[in-house]
């Protein structure tokens, strides 16, 4: 029976065929398998996580882009010397840009759901202890004081179709401040992404640990698996020997 439990783990590699063959070893195993499963749903998570961040963060610097471009307009219709005219090239300039933005605003995820929640931002588990959310809320990315960024660049194109100087600076302010709020939201969903990204690289990491301790503990070492069958081996050629040589002894042998 030793031999042929030698056999198999030579066959399968595995040196625990039974939980009886190692209990501490098993359990440990078991508990490994769990993690390690575990793992792969957390890593799954985190890489769904990461794909969320980073489509965000490429709207957000599109988004920045184009708050920058809304106040370049904004600045040049502040010029008195402009005719009503080139005012309204640019207002209808600030009214793309507004699109631009609701559409970046109406972002869609590759299933089809919306990138920025509008309510509060979605939250993914990560680990037991760890949820987090990828991607911040719509409001908290494309609102600034109660006003939508978008709406920003509609106010700024109807101050330069009416032409009053106080309704421009006041756009001009707005945008300005819409652009700082574009910066933190930037630095915000980049804290997110290195967060996540760490958190990667700990589960990899996690993976390769449970791997190498599972196999040093069930893993069969085949040199000294083949010894020791060579060893069981010979001491049953012994055995059957001794068993054959006691066997042709006679009671006449006993006797003398």
């Not at 793992?39 to 980073?54: H, R």
């Not at 609102?143 to 700024?156: H, K, P």
């Not at 069981?232 to 002894?249: G, K, S």
């Amino acid at each position: 029976r030793a031999i042929a439990d030698t056999q198999v783990s030579i066959s399968t590699a595995k040196k625990i065929q039974r939980p009886s063959d190692d209990p501490v070893a098993a359990a440990r195993v078991a508990t490994i398998r769990r993690s390690h499963a575990n793992n792969i749903v957390w890593g799954a998570n985190l890489d769904t996580g990461l794909s969320l961040n980073s489509q965000a963060d490429t709207a957000v610097t599109g988004m920045a882009d184009r708050m920058a471009q809304a106040r370049e307009l904004m600045l040049a219709g502040a010029n008195g010397a402009l005719s009503a005219a080139d005012r309204e090239t640019l207002a209808k300039q600030l009214d793309g840009i507004a699109e631009a933005l609701d559409g970046l605003a109406n972002s869609s995820t590759a299933s089809g759901q919306p990138l920025f929640s509008t309510g509060a931002a979605l939250a993914v588990r990560y680990s037991a202890d760890i949820v987090l959310a990828p991607v911040p809320s719509r409001a908290a990315v494309f609102v600034n004081n109660g006003v939508s960024l978008s709406q920003m660049a509609r106010d700024g194109a109807i101050a330069l179709r009416g032409g009053g100087a106080p309704a421009i600076n006041a756009s001009l302010d707005a945008l300005a401040s819409g652009i700082a709020s574009t910066a933190d939201v930037l630095g915000d969903i980049g804290q997110r992404g290195a967060r996540l990204d760490s958190m990667r690289t700990v589960s990899r990491s996690q993976d390769v640990d449970f791997a190498a301790e599972r196999t040093q503990l069930e893993a069969t070492d085949l040199s000294e698996a083949i010894a020791l069958l060579n060893a069981q081996t010979l001491t049953l050629d012994a055995a059957r020997a001794a068993f054959a040589r006691i066997n042709r002894r006679t009671l006449f042998d006993l006797l003398s």
